[in-house]
Each structure stands twice: as C-alpha cells, then as structure tokens.
C-alpha cells in the first residue's frame, strides 16, 4: 500500500513557477515508478509527466515539454513537479500517482492512467492571465 499526498498548488500569474510535491509513504516507494496527471474543469484527467523508479527515465506530455519538470528522491519518498512558465491551460488539479506492477513495459504505457494503482488526492494549481 502506498499513500500519497500532493502539496504546492496555488495562484500564480501567467509566466510563473510553482513546485509540487507528492510524499508517500511506505518502505517501497522507490520500487514504484511515478506519474503527475491533471484534470481542468469539465475535462477527463490527462497525463503530464512520469518518472521512472530510478529516476532514469523521464516522460512528459507535448504541452509541458521544455517548461515543466519531473523529479524524484528516494530518500525522502518524494516526487516533484517543478513547472515553469506557467499558462493559463496549465491550470487543473493536480494529482500524482503510484504506478502498480504490470507486465506493460514502463516505457510503452507510462502515459495510462488505468496503469497506476495509487492517486493522491490532488492540489489545485490556478494560472491567471
């Protein structure tokens, strides 16, 4: 079992910076390779960004490509989401998530949100124009 608990979300202007971060707990988080999903009002939830277990392997949606970035600390069972110049689409809750064993190679279906076991219960990020 895995919880998670996303923190840093706020109002920001267009331009801006804001960092989440998602802590977990449990003794095997560095087993688990993490996902950053969003969903803006009356929209499905959509990926952002994913992480390998290690660290290695970065993912990330088109649209966030180059201004956000996704990170991870084993030691503090900790993953960031460091995202920069910020646009009003941007804004969304923002939920991280856990990703359970699957026999779906990570780098194949890292982007799917049914193969992620645990969610947080996500931080709302605003970005006015």
């Known amino acids: 079992q895995v919880q998670l608990v996303e923190s840093g979300g706020g109002l920001v202007q267009a331009g801006g910076s804001l960092r989440l971060s998602c802590a977990a707990s449990?003794?095997?988080?560095?087993?688990?390779?993490m996902g950053w999903f969003r969903q803006a009002p009356g929209k499905e939830r959509q990926f952002v960004s994913a992480?390998?277990?290690?660290?290695?392997?970065?993912y990330y949606t088109d649209s966030v490509k180059g201004r956000f970035t996704i990170s991870r600390d084993n030691a503090k069972n900790t993953v960031y989401l460091q995202m920069n110049s910020l646009k009003p689409e941007d804004t969304a809750v923002y939920y991280c998530?856990?990703?359970?064993?699957?026999?779906?190679?990570?780098?194949?279906?890292?982007?799917?949100?049914?193969?992620?076991?645990?969610w947080g219960q996500g931080t709302l990020v605003t970005v006015s124009s």
């Open positions: 449990g003794r095997t988080f560095s087993s688990y390779a």
């Open positions: 992480i390998s277990w290690s660290g290695g392997s970065t």
């Open positions: 998530a856990a990703r359970t064993p699957s026999p779906r190679s990570f780098s194949t279906s890292y982007s799917s949100n049914s193969d992620y076991g645990y």
